[in-house]
């Protein structure tokens, strides 16, 4: 089979080299390149370089060299067809056929080029004469320069059906309708695609016209219209501007995303050189990586309206699987009303910069959307933000990341949903009757004690003596530090010790009412406690060795608590959250223990084993907080 060197070169622009070569080396960021130990010859120090730009990579120690094809041949063990057509079925790209005919259709699409720049000479000289009278006036109107206009090469298509054909009569007609500037109706002469409008052409990375984009003068309909996807020009992998803001970004450390071409027109206008766009749709996921390949975090400036919003949310949704260490989303969101030549006319471009520097990155745009997706006033809608929240973290391919996330969420909703420690009558949080009702309150502000807890049979699974050891654990934990327990209140409340003295220990802790001891802390309001004390109910049940933290290690009768008060807390904070999730966990794992034994599949024994690994990974949490007793 021969394949055109036109067709290697698109299926090359098409593949991300260091994606490719990532998902079997680790890569390391080093300025605009790449770096790795060389796979191809042991090595200590790395020799290996990834260069997206120049489509190659490199050892300096055994010169192994080559681009995506040579990867999957010396790397993957492919021969050269196998390693095109697994490359050409990522790209999304049909292999051309082992044909005669189909060679001659290779040429001539790659002879489309030639149709395109054609086309784009005879535009831009109609934009220039008599015809593009208006079209320059409407230009002029909008702001933009002589200069700006030569720049991105605006042109003019006259109102009339049959000038393309007359003036590229030299291509034939079937060629420029394979192009996209003819349109083909069955039983009609072919016609002007593009008729009365402002013409953008649009660029592939490498400078080249594949398509165009045109604006209508006057009130017609649509107003913007761009070129039907063809051999060039598929919308969905094409970036508006890329060619440009490729080595802008480079400069910058910044690639700006915004809704269309004639935003990223009037930015570039106005300095801002590391802006592209996308062409008539949602941001997909192949456009993500290619601006992953620019940079690790593009900014996605879309408008204010609910329109732009939508747009920004279904970019965040298609990114969240692709999520790898170091390459996210940033978000940057325009003033209701108003795009980015509307903010550059009324503001000036300084008032853009500042909008980029407040860009809320991907984690904070996923929660500020859902907190204010609908009100939180009762349990029920509580529960279903966490169940919207819950549904973005599964979709997160990478592990590391889907568990950063994860504890992203349970931060703000704990300090969301934050119960206010109760005060007491008197001044002051201690000594006096409480003010407020709480879960032992009265009406009347009268204390009485908590309603028992629920029977065992009630509590969930966590009936094991290492649960029980945790729970101890943390409950003597929240007594020292009980600003904890205000925090992680909406956590706590749906956590049931099985233990009935636990139990009523985290009731009376969340109702604010102080526990009963022999002296309370006029600050706190709870017990006095020594280190020691803490310590020893920390111990798990008879013949547990006990679980000893940063929050309640032992230390001599007496004595004052030391050490690291912060890290004390923020142990604590995520003991609790082992605590709370392991037993769900425990009871999944069991169902899929029972359910693989029932009826072993593949699928049965993969989700067993994902539970089991993520049981796990739970146990390796709290391993990592325990300390020795001499901490």
């Not at 395109?116 to 109107?141: H, N, S």
């Not at 109702?511 to 020691?532: C, H, M, Q, R």
Request: aromatic letters at 8%.
């Amino acid at each position: 089979m021969s394949l055109s060197p036109q067709w290697l070169d698109q299926l090359k622009d098409r593949t991300s080299l260091s994606s490719l070569i990532g998902r079997s080396i680790k890569l390391t960021k080093a300025g605009r390149e790449y770096k790795a130990c060389c796979p191809f010859h042991n090595e200590k120090s790395p020799s290996f370089t990834v260069s997206e730009e120049k489509g190659f990579y490199h050892c300096f120690g055994c010169q192994k060299h080559g681009s995506a094809i040579d990867w999957m041949i010396d790397y993957g063990g492919l021969d050269f067809m196998d390693a095109v057509k697994a490359l050409a079925d990522e790209a999304g790209m049909d292999v051309p056929a082992p044909d005669p005919q189909a060679a001659r259709r290779a040429e001539k699409r790659a002879s489309l080029h030639d149709v395109m720049e054609a086309a784009q000479e005879r535009y831009a000289e109609k934009l220039r004469g008599l015809e593009g009278a208006g079209a320059r006036g409407y230009l002029e109107q909008r702001g933009l320069s002589p200069a700006t206009l030569t720049a991105f090469g605006f042109g003019f298509a006259p109102d009339e059906r049959g000038g393309t054909t007359r003036e590229l009569s030299r291509f034939e007609i079937p060629q420029l309708i394979e192009a996209g500037v003819l349109i083909d109706v069955e039983g009609k002469q072919p016609y002007d695609r593009f008729r009365g409008r402002v013409m953008i052409p649009i660029r592939d990375i490498r400078g080249r016209v594949i398509a165009f984009g045109g604006r209508v003068l006057g009130d017609g309909e649509p107003k913007y219209l761009n070129s039907p996807d063809t051999p060039l020009f598929d919308k969905g992998r094409t970036l508006y501007n890329l060619d440009k803001a490729a080595p802008a970004g480079r400069q910058t450390g910044r690639m700006i995303v915004v809704e269309g071409y004639m935003d990223a027109i009037a930015l570039a206008q106005a300095g801002f050189h590391d802006v592209v766009a996308p062409l008539g749709t949602a941001l997909t996921e192949t456009q993500i990586e290619m601006l992953w390949k620019q940079v690790e975090c593009p900014i996605l400036c879309f408008d204010g309206d609910s329109a732009g919003q939508r747009a920004a949310m279904r970019a965040a949704s298609r990114a969240l699987p692709l999520l790898r260490p170091g390459h996210s989303l940033a978000f940057a969101t325009l003033p209701a009303g108003q795009d980015p030549d509307d903010l550059l006319r009324s503001a000036g471009p300084r008032a853009f910069a500042e909008l980029l520097e407040r860009a809320e990155p991907l984690v904070e745009r996923l929660w500020n959307h859902e907190r204010a997706a609908a009100p939180l006033s009762t349990p029920e809608q509580r529960a279903a933000l966490k169940a919207r929240l819950n549904e973005h973290v599964r979709t997160i391919g990478d592990d590391d990341i889907r568990h950063h996330y994860n504890d992203a969420f349970r931060e703000r909703i704990d300090t969301l949903f934050a119960r206010a420690p109760k005060r007491y009558a008197g001044g002051g949080y201690g000594g006096g009757k409480f003010v407020g009702r709480g879960r032992g309150q009265q009406r009347g502000g009268q204390w009485k004690p908590p309603i028992p807890p629920a029977s065992a049979a009630l509590k969930g699974l966590n009936t094991a003596s290492f649960d029980h050891s945790i729970t101890r654990a943390v409950i003597a934990g929240l007594e020292r530090f009980p600003d904890i327990a205000n925090t992680h209140f909406e956590m706590l409340s749906d956590y049931h010790p099985v233990d009935t003295d636990l139990a009523q220990r985290l009731d009376t802790m969340l109702s604010g009412t102080p526990a009963p001891s022999k002296g309370l802390d006029p600050e706190g309001g709870y017990p006095i406690s020594t280190t020691a004390e803490l310590y020893n109910r920390a111990h798990g049940p008879n013949g547990v060795e006990p679980l000893i933290f940063s929050f309640n290690r032992q230390a001599a009768p007496g004595a004052a608590p030391s050490g690291d008060e912060e890290r004390a807390k923020r142990d604590l904070c995520e003991a609790i959250r082992v605590m709370v999730e392991r037993p769900a966990i425990e009871a999944a794992l069991e169902r899929a223990t029972r359910a693989a034994e029932t009826n072993l599949t593949e699928d049965s024994y993969a989700e067993q084993q994902r539970l089991r690994a993520v049981r796990e990974e739970f146990d390796r949490r709290l391993a990592d907080l325990m300390q020795d007793e001499d901490f």
